[in-house]
T-cell receptor, first 114, second 113 residues
Framework: DGGITQSPKYLFRKEGQNVTLSCEQN?????MYWYRQDPGQGLRLIYY???????QKGDIAEGYSVSREKKESFPLTVTSAQKNPTAFYLC?????????????FGSGTQLSVL | DAKTTQPPSMDCAEGRAANLPCNHS???????VYWYRQIHSQGPQYIIH???NNETNEMASLIITEDRKSSTLILPHATLRDTAVYYC??????????????FGKGTLLTVNP
């Protein structure tokens, strides 16, 4: 069963704590993405990775960090510098052909601050 | 990528057709129109895309105007499970090198019994 797996489904962060959200894919896609979604809002791009060992900042990268050591994995760390981390986080991978492009999303992680 | 404009919300009766509009007046010749939808607390799901011709698949139909400045996503027989936020995105075919992909706020479609 191929797809994007995000874990955990729910995560709680204490003040000053770093937390890491997991994202794994078995679709053999090169590009992967992290988005943040606040209630009633669209998706905002945090980071994206075109290929292993490479990643770029999106529109709201401050307070977040990522790594891409393996093709299958693109974990997101929410650092203590992110002062308003409560949000729904979505990971995606991308497939591209000459006349088609699709993003495949995971089911998301809801992060809340204790 | 060209900017898109969608109404923030729409209602539809169950069993009727849902027609979701999208304006993309600055679309350029090589840009495709994509639609995704997001059911509450889930990740978005691809629905359909097109360049200039109308397209149909098992989920929906996409009607693109002749001047390509607007399009309509049609769900022919809406069900309660179609209640979701629908995103219209315009993307260029730049050899796959345009990795930055952003979503707007979309249209919240509520299907009523």
């Amino acid at each position: 069963d191929g797809g994007i797996t995000q874990s955990p489904k729910y995560l709680f962060r204490k003040e000053g704590q770093n937390v890491t959200l997991s994202c794994e894919q078995n679709l053999n896609h090169d590009a992967m993405y992290w988005y943040r979604q606040d209630p009633g809002q669209g998706l905002r791009l945090i980071y994206y990775s075109q290929i292993v060992n490479d990643f770029q900042k999106g529109d709201i990268a401050e307070g977040y960090s990522v790594s891409r050591e393996k093709k299958e994995s693109f974990p997101l760390t929410v650092t203590s510098a992110q002062k308003n981390p409560t949000a729904f986080y979505l990971c995606a991978s991308r497939v591209w052909t000459a006349d088609n492009e699709k993003l495949f999303f995971g089911s998301g992680t809801q992060l809340s601050v204790l | 990528d060209a900017k898109t404009t969608q109404p923030p919300s729409m209602d539809c009766a169950e069993g009727r057709a849902a027609n979701l509009p999208c304006n993309h007046s600055t679309i350029s010749g090589n840009e495709y129109v994509y639609w995704y939808r997001q059911i509450h607390s889930q990740g978005p799901q691809y629905i359909i895309h097109g360049l200039k011709n109308n397209e149909t698949n098992e989920m929906a139909s996409l009607i693109i105007t002749e001047d390509r400045k607007s399009s309509t996503l049609i769900l022919p027989h809406a069900t309660l499970r179609d209640t979701a936020v629908y995103y219209c995105i315009v993307r260029g075919n730049s050899g796959g090198s345009n990795y930055k992909l952003t979503f707007g706020k979309g249209t919240l479609l509520t299907v009523n019994p």
